[in-house]
């Protein structure tokens, strides 16, 4: 008896998906690492070109906040993703489990709208968080 594998292009590309994600998380993993060890990150270039927080501006260190425990320190350093992290992450264990199960995914049965508001909704944030009435949107330390 011979045992065939399932070599399906289906299995396959559900394969590729997994290991890209997998190089992904190994890839942000590494950044991490790279970043305590020597202190570099990137730099936002939206910030250095134009002096304006980005929406995406305190998001390393928001990450290293919540790998951290401090959850407000996290908040203040970007809280719109901080808010949306619990949404993103579902959607992506979602997406992987539907990968797996070769299901559809939630992200693909999202309406067009919602991603549309979504970019508003960050364009907007960032706008806002160079204000100075929201000033208290921008990448803060705390002193503790």
Known sequence: MTSQRNTSPKTNSTRKKILL????????????????????AFPCLWYEITGWFCPGCGLTRMLESLVLGKFYQAFRFNPLVFLLLPFGIGLFGDYLCSQVQGRQSLVSRLPEWFWVILILVALVFGIMRNLEPFKFLAPTVLVV
């Open 21 to 40: 994600t997998a190089g992904m998380i190994c890839l942000a993993v590494s950044y991490y690492a790279l970043y305590k060890t020597t202190g570099l």
